[in-house]
């Protein structure tokens, strides 16, 4: 059974720093890819960064790139997501997903639709 497990969340200043872990379990090989996806009350869930398989290729939403970088230690089966100069607006439940595109990844990571199993979520509040 396929699982990912999302933790590292919670509650943060404005400017401070938090990281996320992905640890995932259950999968019979290694070309899975994750992405972390977000979801703030009344808001649809949107993507916000991805990482093949390898850790060869990275993506972010634009509102996230330069402050979040993803990464990977696939001997550990978990994927990081490093959240700097956090703002008000990046407040979230933050989820990992895991998917496996073969073809066209850069335009389609950011798509709910293309990902098969989900985390829990982790709740990350950025406030004064």
């Known amino acids: 059974e396929v699982q990912l497990q999302a933790s590292g969340g919670g509650l943060v200043k404005p400017g401070g720093s938090l990281t996320l872990s992905c640890v995932a379990s259950?999968?019979?090989?290694?070309?899975?890819?994750i992405g972390w996806f977000r979801q703030a009350p009344g808001k649809e869930r949107e993507g916000i960064s991805c990482i093949s398989d390898s850790g060869r290729n990275t993506y972010y939403r634009e509102s996230v790139r330069g402050r979040f970088t993803i990464s990977r230690d696939n001997a550990k089966n978990t994927v990081y997501l490093q959240m700097n100069r956090l703002k008000p607006e990046d407040t979230a439940v933050y989820y990992c997903a895991s998917t496996v595109i073969k073809y066209g990844l850069e335009y389609r990571w950011a798509s709910t639709h293309e990902y098969d199993y989900w985390g829990q979520g982790t709740q990350v509040t950025v406030s004064s």
């Open positions: 259950g999968f019979t090989s290694d070309d899975h890819i």
